[in-house]
């Protein structure tokens, strides 16, 4: 299951440039996420190892 991430709520708590793999701590819509990020052509994925948990995926990637 995957649900639409709104780009305007996702924020970076880090200075540190997380890449493809890399597990990241996210806040969406005010609440904290740990994922794994997956950057692709397409946009973002943050993807959840708990399948109980939903993915995460928007339309763009953002830097």
């Known amino acids: 299951m995957t649900r639409p991430l709104p780009t305007a709520t996702c924020s970076w708590l880090t ?3 997380a890449k493809t793999g890399h597990i990241v701590i996210a806040v969406i819509d005010g609440d904290l996420v740990c994922k794994r990020l997956q950057v692709r ?3 973002m994925h943050l ?3 708990n399948p109980s948990y939903p993915h995460i995926a928007s339309q763009k990637a953002r830097d």
Request: aromatic content about 0%; hydrophobic content about 45%; charged content about 20%.
């Open 41 to 43: 052509a397409g946009g």
């Open 15 to 17: 200075r540190l440039r």
């Open 47 to 49: 993807t959840a190892a």
